[in-house]
Protein backbone atom coordinates (compact mmCIF):
# COMPACT_ATOMS: atom_id res chain seq x y z
CA UNK A 1 0.00 0.00 0.00
CA UNK A 2 2.80 2.31 0.85
CA UNK A 3 4.06 1.70 -2.71
CA UNK A 4 0.96 2.49 -4.71
CA UNK A 5 0.29 5.20 -2.27
CA UNK A 6 3.50 6.83 -3.48
CA UNK A 7 3.60 6.33 -6.99
CA UNK A 8 -0.03 7.74 -6.89
CA UNK A 9 1.53 10.97 -5.30
CA UNK A 10 4.05 10.82 -8.49
CA UNK A 11 1.33 10.12 -10.79
CA UNK A 12 -0.84 13.17 -8.98
CA UNK A 13 2.47 15.32 -8.80
CA UNK A 14 3.02 14.84 -12.66
CA UNK A 15 -0.94 15.68 -13.63
CA UNK A 16 -1.12 18.87 -11.24
CA UNK A 17 2.00 20.23 -13.03
CA UNK A 18 1.24 19.28 -16.72
CA UNK A 19 -2.46 19.05 -16.98
CA UNK A 20 -3.98 20.95 -14.15
CA UNK A 21 -0.89 23.81 -14.76
CA UNK A 22 -1.01 24.14 -11.27
CA UNK A 23 2.56 26.07 -9.98
CA UNK A 24 5.17 23.69 -8.84
CA UNK A 25 4.82 24.69 -5.26
CA UNK A 26 1.61 24.71 -5.14
CA UNK A 27 1.08 20.94 -6.80
CA UNK A 28 3.84 19.95 -4.44
CA UNK A 29 1.62 20.75 -1.57
CA UNK A 30 -1.52 19.65 -2.46
CA UNK A 31 -0.39 16.70 -2.99
CA UNK A 32 2.31 16.35 0.07
CA UNK A 33 -1.38 16.62 1.88
CA UNK A 34 -3.43 14.67 0.14
CA UNK A 35 -0.44 11.94 0.60
CA UNK A 36 -0.64 12.52 4.32
CA UNK A 37 -4.15 11.63 4.19
CA UNK A 38 -3.50 8.63 2.21
CA UNK A 39 -1.18 7.34 4.87
CA UNK A 40 -3.63 7.98 7.20
CA UNK A 41 -1.62 10.51 9.16
CA UNK A 42 -3.10 12.75 11.50
CA UNK A 43 -3.63 16.51 10.66
CA UNK A 44 -0.57 18.14 13.18
CA UNK A 45 1.98 15.46 11.70
CA UNK A 46 1.01 16.03 8.01
CA UNK A 47 1.76 19.89 8.46
CA UNK A 48 4.74 19.38 11.15
CA UNK A 49 6.17 17.19 8.36
CA UNK A 50 5.09 19.93 5.88
CA UNK A 51 6.94 22.36 7.38
CA UNK A 52 10.23 20.26 8.55
CA UNK A 53 10.65 19.46 5.13
CA UNK A 54 10.70 22.83 3.65
CA UNK A 55 12.82 24.70 6.71
CA UNK A 56 15.68 21.68 5.95
CA UNK A 57 15.54 22.08 2.53
CA UNK A 58 15.68 26.10 2.07
CA UNK A 59 17.30 26.28 5.46
CA UNK A 60 20.95 24.76 4.10
CA UNK A 61 20.59 26.65 0.67
CA UNK A 62 18.41 29.76 0.40
CA UNK A 63 21.71 31.77 1.14
CA UNK A 64 23.88 30.07 -1.83
CA UNK A 65 20.91 30.68 -3.89
CA UNK A 66 20.40 34.57 -3.10
CA UNK A 67 23.91 35.30 -3.08
CA UNK A 68 24.54 33.10 -6.15
CA UNK A 69 21.57 34.95 -8.15
CA UNK A 70 23.08 38.26 -7.06
CA UNK A 71 26.36 37.51 -8.25
CA UNK A 72 25.13 36.28 -11.25
CA UNK A 73 23.34 39.61 -12.18
CA UNK A 74 26.03 41.64 -11.91
CA UNK A 75 28.34 39.52 -14.18
CA UNK A 76 25.46 40.03 -16.71
CA UNK A 77 25.33 43.87 -16.05
CA UNK A 78 29.12 44.48 -15.73
CA UNK A 79 29.76 42.44 -19.14
CA UNK A 80 31.92 39.90 -17.58
CA UNK A 81 30.61 36.71 -19.52
CA UNK A 82 30.74 38.69 -22.42
CA UNK A 83 34.26 39.95 -22.40
CA UNK A 84 34.95 36.18 -20.93
CA UNK A 85 33.73 34.96 -24.38
CA UNK A 86 35.41 37.81 -26.76
CA UNK A 87 38.69 36.61 -25.48
CA UNK A 88 38.44 32.98 -25.74
CA UNK A 89 37.69 33.58 -28.71
CA UNK A 90 40.52 35.43 -30.09
CA UNK A 91 42.70 32.98 -28.48
CA UNK A 92 41.06 30.16 -30.27
CA UNK A 93 40.60 31.68 -33.64
CA UNK A 94 37.61 30.95 -36.14
CA UNK A 95 39.07 27.00 -36.46
CA UNK A 96 38.33 26.40 -32.65
CA UNK A 97 35.52 28.68 -32.65
CA UNK A 98 33.53 26.10 -31.23
CA UNK A 99 35.65 24.80 -28.44
CA UNK A 100 35.89 28.25 -27.25
CA UNK A 101 32.01 28.65 -26.77
CA UNK A 102 32.32 24.98 -25.36
CA UNK A 103 35.20 26.41 -22.85
CA UNK A 104 33.34 29.69 -21.97
CA UNK A 105 29.84 27.89 -21.43
CA UNK A 106 32.02 25.64 -19.03
CA UNK A 107 33.83 28.59 -17.17
CA UNK A 108 30.21 31.10 -17.13
CA UNK A 109 28.16 28.22 -16.13
CA UNK A 110 30.12 27.28 -13.08
CA UNK A 111 28.78 30.13 -11.24
CA UNK A 112 25.61 31.32 -13.27
CA UNK A 113 22.31 29.79 -13.47
CA UNK A 114 21.53 27.89 -16.92
CA UNK A 115 19.17 30.32 -17.80
CA UNK A 116 20.73 33.16 -17.29
CA UNK A 117 24.22 31.86 -18.78
CA UNK A 118 22.56 30.70 -21.96
CA UNK A 119 20.92 33.98 -22.40
CA UNK A 120 24.12 35.75 -22.28
CA UNK A 121 25.83 33.58 -24.43
CA UNK A 122 23.50 32.35 -26.64
CA UNK A 123 22.94 35.69 -28.87
CA UNK A 124 27.10 35.79 -29.14
CA UNK A 125 26.90 32.19 -30.44
CA UNK A 126 24.17 33.74 -32.76
CA UNK A 127 26.46 36.55 -33.77
CA UNK A 128 29.79 34.43 -34.53
CA UNK A 129 27.99 32.06 -36.49
CA UNK A 130 26.30 35.01 -39.09
CA UNK A 131 29.64 36.47 -39.13
CA UNK A 132 31.50 32.97 -39.84
CA UNK A 133 28.45 31.63 -42.03
CA UNK A 134 27.93 28.50 -39.86
CA UNK A 135 25.43 26.81 -38.40
CA UNK A 136 24.08 28.48 -35.59
CA UNK A 137 23.61 24.94 -33.87
CA UNK A 138 26.59 23.45 -34.87
CA UNK A 139 28.88 25.77 -33.16
CA UNK A 140 26.17 26.52 -30.41
CA UNK A 141 25.93 22.70 -29.10
CA UNK A 142 29.41 22.60 -27.26
CA UNK A 143 28.75 25.73 -25.12
CA UNK A 144 24.64 24.21 -23.96
CA UNK A 145 26.48 20.90 -23.44
CA UNK A 146 28.72 22.73 -21.04
CA UNK A 147 26.04 24.91 -19.34
CA UNK A 148 23.85 21.17 -19.02
CA UNK A 149 26.53 19.72 -17.49
CA UNK A 150 27.32 22.42 -14.87
CA UNK A 151 23.72 22.57 -13.78
CA UNK A 152 23.02 18.98 -13.53
CA UNK A 153 26.62 17.71 -11.97
CA UNK A 154 28.27 20.88 -10.20
CA UNK A 155 27.48 22.71 -6.82
CA UNK A 156 26.98 25.25 -6.63
CA UNK A 157 23.91 24.65 -8.68
CA UNK A 158 20.78 24.63 -7.05
CA UNK A 159 20.30 20.77 -7.78
CA UNK A 160 23.34 19.30 -7.40
CA UNK A 161 23.94 21.71 -4.16
CA UNK A 162 20.59 19.83 -2.39
CA UNK A 163 21.01 16.90 -3.53
CA UNK A 164 24.90 16.83 -2.05
CA UNK A 165 23.31 18.49 1.52
CA UNK A 166 20.99 15.78 1.70
CA UNK A 167 23.19 13.04 1.57
CA UNK A 168 25.75 15.03 3.36
CA UNK A 169 28.57 14.87 0.36
CA UNK A 170 31.56 16.34 0.46
CA UNK A 171 32.00 19.36 -1.58
CA UNK A 172 36.12 19.24 -2.77
CA UNK A 173 35.46 15.35 -3.95
CA UNK A 174 31.97 16.29 -5.62
CA UNK A 175 33.47 18.95 -7.36
CA UNK A 176 36.65 17.03 -8.71
CA UNK A 177 34.63 13.68 -9.59
CA UNK A 178 32.30 15.91 -11.06
CA UNK A 179 34.74 17.71 -13.09
CA UNK A 180 36.27 14.12 -14.18
CA UNK A 181 32.93 13.09 -14.87
CA UNK A 182 32.42 16.17 -16.92
CA UNK A 183 34.77 16.44 -19.43
CA UNK A 184 34.48 13.84 -21.19
CA UNK A 185 30.40 14.21 -21.08
CA UNK A 186 30.76 17.38 -22.67
CA UNK A 187 33.10 16.20 -25.25
CA UNK A 188 30.64 13.21 -26.34
CA UNK A 189 27.12 15.65 -26.05
CA UNK A 190 28.36 18.77 -27.03
CA UNK A 191 32.00 18.28 -29.18
CA UNK A 192 31.53 15.26 -30.52
CA UNK A 193 27.93 15.24 -31.27
CA UNK A 194 27.50 18.14 -32.55
CA UNK A 195 29.30 17.67 -35.25
CA UNK A 196 26.11 15.84 -36.78
CA UNK A 197 24.31 18.54 -36.22
CA UNK A 198 26.40 20.37 -38.94
CA UNK A 199 23.49 20.31 -41.85
CA UNK A 200 20.47 21.67 -39.68
CA UNK A 201 21.07 24.93 -41.51
CA UNK A 202 17.77 26.62 -40.15
CA UNK A 203 18.94 30.47 -39.74
CA UNK A 204 19.01 31.45 -35.75
CA UNK A 205 16.38 34.17 -35.18
CA UNK A 206 17.95 37.10 -35.87
CA UNK A 207 16.55 39.11 -33.00
CA UNK A 208 18.83 37.25 -30.78
CA UNK A 209 22.09 38.62 -33.16
CA UNK A 210 24.28 40.80 -30.84
CA UNK A 211 24.74 44.47 -31.90
CA UNK A 212 27.33 46.65 -30.47
CA UNK A 213 25.60 50.19 -30.94
CA UNK A 214 21.90 48.59 -29.88
CA UNK A 215 22.05 45.68 -27.33
CA UNK A 216 25.54 46.23 -25.68
CA UNK A 217 25.30 46.15 -21.76
CA UNK A 218 24.55 49.35 -20.80
CA UNK A 219 26.93 50.89 -17.99
CA UNK A 220 30.53 50.56 -18.30
CA UNK A 221 31.88 46.79 -18.48
CA UNK A 222 34.58 45.46 -16.82
CA UNK A 223 37.87 44.74 -18.14
CA UNK A 224 39.60 41.50 -18.88
CA UNK A 225 41.36 40.29 -15.53
CA UNK A 226 38.36 41.41 -13.50
CA UNK A 227 36.07 39.74 -15.58
CA UNK A 228 38.03 36.91 -15.22
CA UNK A 229 38.23 37.02 -11.69
CA UNK A 230 34.60 37.61 -10.54
CA UNK A 231 33.81 34.45 -12.78
CA UNK A 232 36.34 32.12 -10.74
CA UNK A 233 37.05 33.65 -7.66
CA UNK A 234 34.24 31.48 -5.65
CA UNK A 235 35.74 28.36 -7.15
CA UNK A 236 38.88 29.35 -6.39
CA UNK A 237 37.66 30.24 -2.46
CA UNK A 238 36.16 27.03 -2.53
CA UNK A 239 39.26 24.85 -3.87
CA UNK A 240 41.67 26.86 -1.35
CA UNK A 241 38.91 25.72 1.81
CA UNK A 242 38.82 22.36 0.67
CA UNK A 243 42.23 21.65 0.09
CA UNK A 244 43.71 23.81 2.68
CA UNK A 245 42.32 21.90 5.49
CA UNK A 246 45.84 20.32 6.36
CA UNK A 247 47.42 23.60 6.82
CA UNK A 248 45.27 26.50 7.91
CA UNK A 249 42.20 24.28 9.51
CA UNK A 250 40.29 27.23 10.82
CA UNK A 251 40.31 29.84 7.86
CA UNK A 252 39.56 26.66 5.41
CA UNK A 253 36.78 25.79 7.28
CA UNK A 254 35.25 29.25 6.47
CA UNK A 255 36.33 28.88 2.94
CA UNK A 256 35.07 25.82 2.24
CA UNK A 257 31.67 26.92 3.17
CA UNK A 258 29.29 27.85 0.01
CA UNK A 259 27.68 30.55 1.55
CA UNK A 260 30.74 32.10 2.86
CA UNK A 261 32.68 32.09 -0.08
CA UNK A 262 30.13 33.25 -2.40
CA UNK A 263 29.25 36.14 0.35
CA UNK A 264 32.94 36.94 -0.55
CA UNK A 265 32.83 36.87 -3.77
CA UNK A 266 30.01 39.66 -3.83
CA UNK A 267 31.32 41.81 -1.44
CA UNK A 268 34.82 41.67 -4.20
CA UNK A 269 32.50 42.00 -6.95
CA UNK A 270 30.82 45.11 -5.70
CA UNK A 271 33.93 46.88 -5.29
CA UNK A 272 35.43 46.22 -8.91
CA UNK A 273 31.68 47.31 -10.16
CA UNK A 274 31.49 50.66 -8.07
CA UNK A 275 35.51 51.24 -9.17
CA UNK A 276 34.58 51.53 -13.08
CA UNK A 277 31.39 53.46 -12.20
CA UNK A 278 28.24 51.54 -11.28
CA UNK A 279 26.43 53.35 -8.42
CA UNK A 280 25.17 52.08 -5.04
CA UNK A 281 21.46 52.61 -6.33
CA UNK A 282 22.07 50.26 -9.63
CA UNK A 283 23.68 47.47 -7.49
CA UNK A 284 21.18 47.61 -5.26
CA UNK A 285 18.15 47.36 -7.79
CA UNK A 286 19.85 44.67 -9.69
CA UNK A 287 20.36 42.87 -6.61
CA UNK A 288 16.36 42.99 -5.71
CA UNK A 289 15.81 42.09 -9.19
CA UNK A 290 18.19 39.02 -9.08
CA UNK A 291 16.45 37.85 -5.49
CA UNK A 292 13.01 37.94 -7.31
CA UNK A 293 14.29 35.65 -9.94
CA UNK A 294 15.25 32.97 -7.57
CA UNK A 295 11.86 33.83 -5.25
CA UNK A 296 10.46 30.88 -7.76
CA UNK A 297 12.82 28.19 -7.21
CA UNK A 298 12.90 28.61 -3.50
CA UNK A 299 9.62 27.64 -3.51
CA UNK A 300 9.75 24.32 -5.66
CA UNK A 301 12.91 23.51 -3.53
CA UNK A 302 10.03 23.96 -0.40
CA UNK A 303 7.64 21.95 -1.81
CA UNK A 304 9.79 19.07 -3.01
CA UNK A 305 11.25 19.47 0.83
CA UNK A 306 8.10 19.21 2.04
CA UNK A 307 7.25 15.95 0.23
CA UNK A 308 10.17 14.39 1.05
CA UNK A 309 9.52 14.68 4.66
CA UNK A 310 5.79 13.29 4.24
CA UNK A 311 7.34 10.32 2.59
CA UNK A 312 9.60 9.93 5.24
CA UNK A 313 7.15 10.37 8.16
CA UNK A 314 4.82 7.69 6.92
CA UNK A 315 8.04 5.33 6.52
CA UNK A 316 7.97 5.53 2.84
CA UNK A 317 11.94 5.91 2.38
CA UNK A 318 12.59 2.81 4.61
CA UNK A 319 10.28 0.78 3.26
CA UNK A 320 11.46 1.36 -0.48
CA UNK A 321 14.98 0.50 0.62
CA UNK A 322 13.96 -2.61 2.95
CA UNK A 323 11.62 -3.86 -0.97
CA UNK A 324 15.24 -2.97 -2.82
CA UNK A 325 17.60 -4.60 -0.35
CA UNK A 326 17.68 -7.70 -2.58
CA UNK A 327 17.87 -5.68 -5.66
CA UNK A 328 19.94 -6.84 -8.14
CA UNK A 329 19.94 -3.40 -10.03
CA UNK A 330 23.23 -1.00 -9.01
CA UNK A 331 21.91 1.84 -6.74
CA UNK A 332 23.49 4.14 -8.81
CA UNK A 333 22.01 3.01 -11.73
CA UNK A 334 18.78 2.77 -9.45
CA UNK A 335 19.40 6.55 -8.14
CA UNK A 336 19.94 7.52 -12.06
CA UNK A 337 16.84 5.54 -13.15
CA UNK A 338 14.97 7.44 -10.83
CA UNK A 339 15.85 10.59 -11.35
CA UNK A 340 15.64 9.81 -14.90
CA UNK A 341 12.00 8.63 -14.82
CA UNK A 342 10.92 11.85 -12.81
CA UNK A 343 12.46 14.35 -15.28
CA UNK A 344 10.60 12.75 -18.08
CA UNK A 345 7.60 12.95 -16.60
CA UNK A 346 7.96 16.58 -14.84
CA UNK A 347 10.44 17.98 -17.25
CA UNK A 348 12.48 19.72 -14.20
CA UNK A 349 15.90 18.61 -13.65
CA UNK A 350 15.65 20.50 -10.49
CA UNK A 351 12.50 18.77 -9.00
CA UNK A 352 13.77 14.82 -10.70
CA UNK A 353 17.02 15.43 -8.72
CA UNK A 354 16.03 16.61 -5.71
CA UNK A 355 12.65 14.31 -5.64
CA UNK A 356 14.93 11.62 -6.23
CA UNK A 357 17.37 12.37 -3.79
CA UNK A 358 14.52 12.17 -1.05
CA UNK A 359 13.49 8.46 -1.77
CA UNK A 360 17.25 7.53 -2.23
CA UNK A 361 18.74 8.92 1.23
CA UNK A 362 17.35 5.82 3.09
CA UNK A 363 19.02 3.49 0.43
CA UNK A 364 21.99 5.00 0.65
CA UNK A 365 23.03 4.63 4.15
CA UNK A 366 22.16 1.41 3.85
CA UNK A 367 24.16 0.20 1.21
CA UNK A 368 28.25 0.94 1.02
CA UNK A 369 27.54 3.27 -2.25
CA UNK A 370 30.09 6.36 -2.10
CA UNK A 371 27.27 9.69 -1.81
CA UNK A 372 29.59 12.12 -3.56
CA UNK A 373 29.43 9.70 -6.84
CA UNK A 374 25.21 9.33 -5.96
CA UNK A 375 24.93 12.76 -5.94
CA UNK A 376 26.58 12.51 -9.66
CA UNK A 377 24.42 9.79 -11.05
CA UNK A 378 21.14 11.69 -9.70
CA UNK A 379 22.43 15.02 -11.27
CA UNK A 380 23.03 12.95 -14.63
CA UNK A 381 19.77 11.49 -14.35
CA UNK A 382 17.69 14.93 -13.88
CA UNK A 383 19.32 16.09 -17.10
CA UNK A 384 17.80 13.03 -19.13
CA UNK A 385 15.39 13.40 -22.52
CA UNK A 386 14.63 17.05 -22.29
CA UNK A 387 11.30 17.86 -24.28
CA UNK A 388 8.09 19.53 -24.69
CA UNK A 389 7.17 19.88 -20.36
CA UNK A 390 10.93 21.50 -20.17
CA UNK A 391 11.35 25.37 -20.58
CA UNK A 392 14.56 24.79 -21.71
CA UNK A 393 13.08 23.33 -24.81
CA UNK A 394 11.39 26.17 -25.53
CA UNK A 395 14.18 28.69 -25.00
CA UNK A 396 16.74 26.38 -27.29
CA UNK A 397 14.03 26.40 -29.98
CA UNK A 398 12.72 29.81 -30.40
CA UNK A 399 16.36 31.15 -29.96
CA UNK A 400 17.51 28.68 -32.70
CA UNK A 401 14.40 29.53 -34.97
CA UNK A 402 14.09 25.44 -34.98
CA UNK A 403 11.17 23.18 -35.65
CA UNK A 404 10.15 20.21 -33.57
CA UNK A 405 11.96 17.84 -35.35
CA UNK A 406 15.30 19.55 -35.36
CA UNK A 407 14.90 20.70 -31.91
CA UNK A 408 14.81 16.76 -30.58
CA UNK A 409 17.13 15.58 -32.85
CA UNK A 410 19.73 18.27 -31.63
CA UNK A 411 18.80 19.31 -28.15
CA UNK A 412 17.04 16.39 -26.82
CA UNK A 413 19.55 13.96 -27.99
CA UNK A 414 22.30 16.40 -26.70
CA UNK A 415 20.60 16.35 -22.91
CA UNK A 416 20.04 12.31 -23.01
CA UNK A 417 24.34 12.01 -23.64
CA UNK A 418 25.11 14.31 -21.19
CA UNK A 419 22.49 12.03 -18.59
CA UNK A 420 23.77 8.76 -20.29
CA UNK A 421 27.76 9.40 -20.58
CA UNK A 422 27.24 10.98 -16.71
CA UNK A 423 26.18 7.52 -14.98
CA UNK A 424 28.82 5.84 -17.26
CA UNK A 425 30.90 7.87 -15.79
CA UNK A 426 30.01 7.36 -12.43
CA UNK A 427 30.17 3.79 -12.90
CA UNK A 428 33.78 4.12 -14.28
CA UNK A 429 35.22 5.93 -11.41
CA UNK A 430 33.38 3.68 -9.12
CA UNK A 431 35.22 0.77 -10.27
CA UNK A 432 38.64 2.51 -10.20
CA UNK A 433 38.21 4.28 -6.59
CA UNK A 434 36.46 1.98 -5.23
Known sequence: MLFLITLSAIVSL???????????????????????????????????????????????IAGILAFGSILGKWVGISGAAQKMTEVLLKL????????????????????????????????????????????????????????????????????????????????????????????????????WFGMTTKNILTPANQAFVFVEDENR????????????LIVLFPIFLLALGSFGSGYFPEIAAYLSNPVFSLFLSVLLAGILLKRIGFSSDALLNSSMESIKDIAGILLIFGGAGALKQVLVVAGVSQAVADGLGSSTWN????????????????????????TAAGFMKVILVNSTADPNLMVLALGAGSMMFSHVNDT???????????????????????????????????????????
Request: include cysteine; charged fraction near 10%.
Open 14 to 60: VLAMTWLKLPPFVAFIGVSILAGLAFHLRPEFIFKAIQEGMGSTLGS
Open 92 to 191: SGTRYTRIAFMMAGFLVGLPLFYSVAFMLLAPLVITAAAKLKQPATFLALPMLASLTVTQGYLPPHPAPLAIMQEFGADLSKTMTYGILIAIPAILVSGL
Open 217 to 228: VKGPILSTFPSF
Open 331 to 354: VYVLGWAMAASIRVCVGSSTVAGI
Open 392 to 434: GFWLFREYFSLNFKDTIRSWTMMDTLVSITGLIGVLILDQILF
